[in-house]
């Protein structure tokens, strides 16, 4: 998931998008994360055990590919200690004009 996050993530060259994954959901169950943000959009990526991919042009972003929390300007530098693994394209959402207290996505 990647949520717009100035406050966290702006200046000193840490982009102003905080990017973090990967989680685990069994075909047919649900998750619930703690995805903070008070901007209408966020993105996301997701793949599944057979193949299947669900992502977009946003990015792309270097991804660690053990679980990770950074700032995209972090994942992007050459010089992250959390040298990426994969680069990948996010997909967009656009919560609306009022921020939706709980988002659910169905892939």
Partial sequence: MMTYAPD????????????????????????????????????FYAEASDGR?????????????????????????PNFSGLPDRRLGFRLIDGGANKPSNLYIRL
């Fill in 8 to 43: 966290i993530c702006g200046g000193s060259g840490g982009g102003d998008w905080y990017v973090q994954g990967w989680w685990q959901v069994d075909f047919g169950k649900t998750i619930k994360t703690t995805i903070d943000t008070d901007n209408r959009y966020l993105a």
């Fill in 53 to 77: 991919v669900w992502g977009g042009p946003y990015g792309p972003v270097d991804c660690p590919q053990p679980r990770f929390q950074a700032c995209i300007g972090l994942l992007n530098n």
